[in-house]
């Protein structure tokens, strides 16, 4: 009886070392595969990790493109801001001009009279040479233009506001010697008038004005109620202080230049030419040429310059 | 008495064995698990990519039209641009 338990122990015994041994064996196994398992894990962590970089960099790219089709969609809101900032400065570099604390100058073109159809020829030269001027509007044109029968004036002024030009106010009939300035009453319903014009076809308001002859042209007594009621209504106004004498007989482009140069003395000059005049528009180039090397720089009028007087 | 102490040191260790293989069989379990599912994010975010790519060429083309429509805007900017740059190195 002892030896059969014995014997009975003896085969448990080998039994579950040969268990043993096989559960040794597939633990190796499981551990062999485990590892195997391992690197294909560590693999693809890396490579999961590599496609979210990639992920990470068309989002930037996306994200980079959306900002720049909305800067593109926000382009007018991005250039009015730019137009204000250009005010601005220059406003304080008038202000460096007259302190004497900078040898720059500042010239601003300013054309009266128009729009005539001639009007977008100065435009293409003034775009061709990067320059920013003022136009001193007025009806006289009406719709039809003087220049070119089949040309509608009118559709000018959108011409102007595309470019960004200062679009002033000159009267809207111009009739300094036809009524204009009977008395402030006369002179500020043509203000107005033309001043609803321009906001028609462009919607731009106007604050800045020029008086047709200049401002002594009313007299006195009646100029100073005028610029009173000017101020009242926002505006400032505006003489100048060179011109090439395109107001006048002027016979051809050697005079215009010599009289253009001739006027150029001051660190601040209102330069006034009429966009009507073929001449002044076949100097233009040379005359923006003269201005930058003389070191000018060339702007468009806003309300806050020194020399647009207010009151 | 001898035979005793063998068999259950026997039984010790084949317990220890069936320890040891069950938590390798475990972790092994969850690696493969972890395996999965690494493999169904990456196809996720592969389907993903493709849909970015789509949008990135569609983004492209609406820009490039885009930029020819305000084209003349565009250069209208740059105007500014140098304007206030050149205001700005006047003041410097």
Same mark, same amino acid.
């Given at each position: 009886?002892?030896?059969?338990?014995?014997?009975?122990?003896?085969?448990?015994?080998?039994?579950?070392?040969?268990?043993?041994?096989?559960?040794?064996?597939?633990?190796?196994?499981?551990?062999?595969?485990? +590892?195997?398992?391992?690197?294909?894990?560590?693999?693809?962590?890396?490579?999961?990790?590599?496609?979210?970089?990639?992920?990470?960099?068309? &989002?930037?790219?996306?994200?980079?493109?959306?900002?720049?089709?909305?800067?593109?969609?926000?382009?007018?809101?991005?250039?009015?801001?730019?137009?204000?900032?250009?005010?601005?400065?220059?406003?304080?570099?008038?202000?460096?001009?007259?302190?004497?604390?900078?040898?720059?100058?500042?010239?601003?073109?300013?054309?009266?009279?128009?729009?005539?159809?001639?009007?977008?020829?100065?435009?293409?030269?003034?775009?061709? +040479?990067?320059?920013?001027?003022?136009?001193?509007?007025?009806?006289?044109?009406?719709?039809?233009?003087?220049?070119?029968?089949?040309? +509608?004036?009118?559709?000018?002024?959108?011409?102007?506001?595309?470019?960004?030009?200062?679009?002033?106010?000159?009267?809207?009939?111009?009739?300094?010697?036809?009524?204009?300035?009977?008395?402030?009453?006369?002179?500020?319903?043509?203000?107005?008038?033309?001043?609803?014009?321009?906001?028609?076809?462009?919607?731009?308001?106007?604050?800045?004005?020029?008086?047709?002859?200049?401002?002594?042209?009313?007299?006195?007594?009646?100029?100073?109620?005028?610029?009173?009621?000017?101020?009242?209504?926002?505006?400032?106004?505006?003489?100048?202080?060179?011109?090439?004498?395109?107001?006048?007989?002027?016979?051809?482009?050697?005079?215009?230049?010599?009289?253009?140069?001739?006027?150029?003395? &001051?660190?601040?000059?209102?330069?006034?030419?009429?966009?009507?005049?073929?001449?002044?528009?076949?100097?233009?180039?040379?005359?923006?040429?003269?201005?930058? &090397?003389?070191?000018?720089?060339?702007?468009?009028?806003?309300?806050?310059?020194?020399?647009?007087?207010?009151? | 008495?001898?035979?005793?102490?063998?068999?259950?040191?026997?039984?010790?260790?084949?317990?220890?064995?069936?320890?040891?293989?069950?938590?390798?069989?475990?972790?092994?379990?969850?690696?493969?698990?972890?395996?999965?599912?690494?493999?169904?994010?990456?196809?996720?975010?592969?389907?993903?990519?493709?849909?970015?790519?789509?949008?990135?060429?569609?983004?492209?083309?609406?820009?490039?039209?885009?930029?020819?429509?305000?084209?003349?805007?565009?250069?209208?900017?740059?105007?500014?641009?140098?304007?206030?740059?050149?205001?700005?190195?006047?003041?410097?």
């Amino acid at each position: 009886m002892g030896r059969s338990k014995g014997r009975i122990k003896q085969v448990f015994i080998i039994i579950t070392l040969v268990f043993f041994v096989a559960m040794l064996a597939l633990s190796y196994m499981m551990y062999q595969k485990y +590892n195997n398992n391992k690197t294909e894990k560590d693999k693809i962590v890396a490579n999961y990790q590599e496609i979210m970089n990639n992920k990470e960099l068309d &989002d930037e790219k996306i994200k980079e493109i959306n900002d720049k089709i909305d800067e593109l969609n926000n382009i007018d809101e991005k250039i009015k801001t730019l137009r204000n900032d250009v005010y601005k400065l220059s406003g304080d570099l008038e202000k460096k001009i007259k302190s004497g604390e900078t040898t720059k100058k500042i010239a601003y073109l300013t054309f009266d009279d128009g729009p005539y159809y001639n009007t977008y020829k100065v435009l293409k030269i003034l775009k061709e +040479n990067k320059v920013k001027a003022t136009f001193f509007t007025t009806n006289v044109n009406k719709e039809k233009c003087y220049d070119n029968k089949n040309a +509608n004036c009118h559709e000018v002024y959108a011409a102007i506001a595309k470019d960004n030009h200062t679009l002033a106010n000159h009267t809207y009939t111009h009739g300094w010697n036809r009524g204009l300035y009977t008395n402030t009453n006369t002179f500020m319903d043509a203000i107005k008038k033309q001043e609803a014009l321009i906001k028609e076809k462009t919607g731009v308001t106007t604050n800045i004005a020029r008086f047709p002859g200049g401002s002594s042209t009313p007299g006195y007594t009646k100029g100073k109620a005028m610029k009173k009621a000017l101020n009242e209504a926002g505006y400032g106004w505006v003489d100048w202080t060179a011109s090439d004498g395109d107001g006048g007989s002027l016979p051809n482009y050697a005079t215009g230049m010599k009289n253009f140069k001739g006027t150029i003395n &001051d660190k601040i000059e209102v330069v006034l030419f009429h966009d009507y005049h073929q001449v002044t528009t076949a100097m233009l180039p040379e005359v923006i040429k003269y201005l930058r &090397d003389k070191n000018y720089i060339i702007l468009p009028l806003f309300y806050e310059s020194v020399m647009v007087n207010k009151g | 008495m001898k035979k005793n102490i063998i068999l259950v040191i026997s039984i010790i260790l084949l317990l220890a064995s069936i320890g040891l293989f069950g938590y390798l069989y475990l972790e092994n379990k969850k690696l493969e698990d972890e395996i999965a599912t690494n493999k169904e994010n990456i196809k996720k975010v592969e389907e993903s990519i493709k849909t970015d790519q789509e949008q990135i060429t569609e983004k492209e083309d609406e820009y490039e039209k885009l930029k020819e429509k305000v084209k003349d805007s565009l250069e209208e900017m740059k105007i500014w641009e140098d304007l206030k740059e050149e205001l700005n190195k006047s003041l410097s």
